[in-house]
């Protein structure tokens, strides 16, 4: 009898470990058919949501030659952000506007400005003419290193109250530099305003000119566009019905000019962002791309890029990231370009009130209400976000980005959040410049301490860990 229950506790022994190693053999088996079936449909959706492209061999460009520092600008990488990708789950890639020969996005507008300025003969290389523009910095830091490289002069008029490394910068690239208080676009002495001013009245002071023969005001040239502002020097043949030889032409056209580039307004700065960085997003992803994030300063990155990419996809997802103080957050939302708590009186109306430079206005530009209509989504991002946005992608990336850049991812990961996205999404966006050019004011914690402006890299980690 003990011998049978012996025998029939052996057997059924057996029995469970054979059922046991069965189910974990099931169990693995359909984990894996499960895994397999789930990645097949990931990427069959991708590719049904891909357009057909023709593929493109890994280009080798060591025989390659471009043509001066122009011939570097644009044609720069997408990168892959790991650390919020991974955490994400979907796709955020960065254009690396950082690798441009003047260091930022900005190169790509004063290449265009100038290039159509010179086509529509308004200005010409090597005759002593200088450019005029006022900015915050990057735009100048541009306009000067291809304006050395063209044979033109630059003045550039900035606020006081930007980063040192951007006035060493121009300093060291030949430009005049011109710096005064912060302002409104209403006062006569905001740098726009200034740099208009100073365009108009070319000549009139012997240092626009690199061997003045006169220090008389300068006389405006009629241009289509009623932005821009053309002087010359010259005295002949400014009235309508003044007629002159072909060798007349030449030397009026040959005199000293002021050109005010005026990025806010000019519509170069729109084109440069639509016939170049758009089209590039779009032939790098092979037109895989969800979103396109942005900021805006003059608005032509977003409008430019945006239009060029809703023209390709229009369920594209386009994106505002705005700083703390700029109006265009509540633009987009609401309509006003101020809310209650920006109330007069409250507000300070010189400045965007931020540590970030580059983007973020309290008006609109033409370049910015040619995006207001493709514009689906609006974030507006902390000091602090964006402060601890730097220092995370250092830590987990090796990346060091500017202020703008560091906004602009930020509200990648709130648009992630915000439309519930983690099935490999694409999400592009610009970085628009390192931060090498922000060292004296966003990358100073001494700086930021004294600006109550927190330096904590959690508030990423609780950005990405939300609805987990």
């Not at 789930?38 to 590719?47: A, G, I, L, P």
């Not at 990346?399 to 990961?413: D, H, K, P, Q, R």
């Amino acid at each position: 009898m003990r011998a049978t229950e012996y025998l029939l506790t052996r057997l059924l022994s057996r029995s469970t470990a054979r059922h046991l190693f069965y189910g974990v053999l099931i169990g693995l088996a359909l984990s894996l058919t499960t895994t397999s079936v789930v990645t097949y449909y990931q990427e069959r959706r991708r590719k049904q949501h891909t357009p057909s492209f023709e593929p493109r061999p890994i280009e080798l460009r060591s025989d390659e030659v471009v043509d001066g520092v122009t011939g570097l600008i644009g044609n720069t990488p997408l990168v892959r952000i790991q650390s919020l990708s991974n955490a994400l789950g979907v796709e955020i890639l960065g254009k690396a506007e950082f690798m441009n020969p003047g260091g930022s996005v900005k190169d790509r507008v004063a290449l265009r400005m100038i290039t159509d300025a010179e086509e529509r003969g308004l200005l010409h290389p090597h005759t002593g003419s200088r450019i005029f523009e006022g900015t915050v910095g990057s735009t100048g830091i541009s306009i000067a290193t291809i304006a050395r490289a063209r044979g033109y002069e630059a003045t550039i008029i900035m606020p006081d109250d930007v980063a040192e490394e951007k006035v060493k910068a121009l300093l060291a690239l030949g430009a005049h530099v011109e710096r005064v208080r912060p302002a409104s676009i209403v006062d006569k002495k905001q740098f726009v305003n200034l740099a208009r001013e100073r365009a108009q009245n070319f000549g009139s002071n012997p240092d626009d000119l690199a061997h003045p023969t006169s220090t008389h005001r300068g006389h405006l040239i009629p241009t289509a566009s009623s932005s821009l502002v053309v002087t010359t020097t010259a005295d002949e043949g400014l009235s309508d019905n003044a007629l002159m030889s072909p060798k007349e032409e030449r030397e009026f056209a040959m005199k000293p000019r002021g050109f005010f580039a005026d990025q806010f307004e000019n519509r170069s700065n729109y084109y440069a962002h639509f016939d170049g960085t758009g089209p590039e997003i779009w032939r790098q992803t092979s037109g895989w791309i969800n979103a396109f994030v942005s900021g805006a300063g003059t608005g032509g990155t977003i409008a430019g890029t945006g239009q060029f990419l809703k023209s390709k996809k229009k369920d594209l997802v386009v994106a505002l990231s705005d700083p703390e103080g700029s109006g265009l957050y509540n633009k987009v939302k609401y309509g006003v370009m101020f809310d209650r708590k920006e109330a007069e009186g409250t507000k300070r109306r010189h400045q965007v009130d931020t540590v970030v430079e580059g983007i973020g206005i309290n008006r609109l530009t033409h370049n910015f209400e040619l995006a207001l209509p493709i514009i689906d989504e609006a974030f507006r991002v902390t000091d602090a976000e964006a402060v601890a946005m730097s220092r995370y992608l250092v830590h987990h990336d090796g990346l060091f980005l500017g202020s703008s850049s560091a906004c602009n991812l930020v509200a990648c990961i709130k648009l992630v959040r915000n439309r519930g996205w983690n099935n490999g999404e694409r999400v592009v966006t610009i970085l628009c410049d390192s931060g090498n050019r922000h060292y004296s004011k966003f990358w100073n914690d001494d700086y930021l301490a004294k600006a109550n402006i927190p330096v904590d890299m959690g508030i990423i980690d609780l950005l990405l860990a939300e609805d987990d």
